[in-house]
């Protein structure tokens, strides 16, 4: 387990594969894992500081559609609402919860 302030970046990598569609869409051209990890550890700091589940998803959004230049159409939000409810059930988890 590779593990950075507590953060199991495993596990991170699994859930980002499995639920970020932005993942999926890029395939091959998808950016190296240390910058997706950025995004993902940042979401999960956020949902630790109490940021609700909306704020967060429109974070995805943004990095999506801003930072990686992909913009996955109809249901990006339903899509970044159930990556964040798979990061949030991690989290709960972390916390013995």
Do not use: H
Not at 18 to 44: H, I, M, Q
Not at 59 to 70: A, H, K, M, P, R
């Amino acid at each position: 387990m590779n593990v950075i302030l507590d953060i199991d970046l495993e596990r991170l990598r699994e859930i980002g594969q499995a639920k970020w569609d932005v993942v999926a869409a890029l395939g091959s051209s998808a950016p190296p894992l240390a910058e997706l990890d950025r995004y993902l550890v940042t979401a999960v700091e956020r949902l630790r500081r109490g940021s609700d589940d909306g704020a967060v998803a429109d974070y995805f959004i943004d990095v999506s559609t801003e930072c990686l230049g992909v913009d996955t159409g109809s249901g990006i939000r339903e899509r970044a609402l159930l990556l964040v409810t798979a990061l949030r059930e991690y989290v709960d988890e972390a916390r013995g919860g």
